[in-house]
């Protein structure tokens, strides 16, 4: 049933995307974003592809995305469902339900709570019926206009629970009530940033107050006054 389906995982590598990310300590989350991302993809033992800013190629998101999708379908695969590295609640299931979706000819999304998508997952002849050079990119009304256009398409939509996208450390701070819901590893990654961020903002207020407490005890230089 899988035969013809393969995963894209479409994610720069920890040096390119620590330029996009307001991440603190930014290159040893995304590593591990990274490599959980690839130990979920394996656990489907569906093949795979990784396109990080050495194989993607266009001026665009939009066409470096595109061009990606086209060069999988290229391979010889009918099905591709691709990710990100970004949503590390991701699992196994979802990629699964995906594939057995889009064997049945079904458009998947998986909606990210920031409006994008953290999966889609469709065959060759949905790709080709989509403007996906044209589709507001990075902006938070991306599902929408994808699922409409599908719509328009007389195509089925299959939605996935929707999950959260980790792109600041806003982010992180929501992603870590969810933490029963992702690894170990990241868990502990989180905990080692949090802590370090409440002792930076600690020493930050403690140096304030010294150097606003020291100015205003500090009377000055008795001052002559000449008559």
């Known amino acids: 049933m899988n035969s013809k389906t393969a995963v894209l995982i479409f994610a720069n590598s920890s040096k390119v995307e620590r330029k996009f990310k307001s991440f603190a300590k930014g290159n040893a989350l995304i590593d591990e974003l990274n490599k959980n991302t ?3 993809v394996k656990k489907t033992k569906l093949p795979y592809f990784i396109f990080t800013e050495k194989e993607q190629k266009g001026a665009s998101f939009g066409e470096r995305f595109t061009n990606a999708l086209q060069a999988v379908f ?8 691709t990710i990100g590295n970004d949503t590390p609640q991701l699992k196994k299931q979802h990629l699964l339900k995906a594939a057995d979706a889009i064997a049945n000819a079904n458009f998947v999304i998986g909606p990210s709570l920031d409006g994008g998508f953290y999966l889609m997952g469709l065959t060759k ?3 080709e019926k989509v403007d996906f050079l044209h589709l507001p990119w990075q902006k938070n009304t991306l599902e929408k206009s994808l699922s409409l256009q599908m719509t328009n398409a007389d195509e089925e939509i299959i939605k996935l629970n929707s999950l959260l996208d980790v792109d600041a450390d806003a982010d992180l701070k929501a992603l870590f ?13 989180l ?3 949090f802590l370090q961020n409440i002792s930076i903002q600690f020493f930050s207020k403690l140096q304030v107050r010294l150097l606003f407490n020291r100015n205003y005890y500090n009377k000055g230089s008795p001052i002559i006054v000449l008559s």
């Not at 290229?74 to 469902?81: D, L, M, P, Q, T």
């Not at 009530?177 to 990654?189: E, G, N, V």
Request: glycine residues 4%.
């Open 191 to 193: 905990s080692t940033l």
């Open 38 to 40: 690839l130990k979920t």
């Open 74 to 81: 290229n391979e010889g695969f009918n099905r591709v469902i």
């Open 177 to 189: 009530q969810f933490r029963t819901s992702i690894s170990k590893k990241l868990i502990a990654l």
């Open 125 to 127: 002849k949905q790709f």
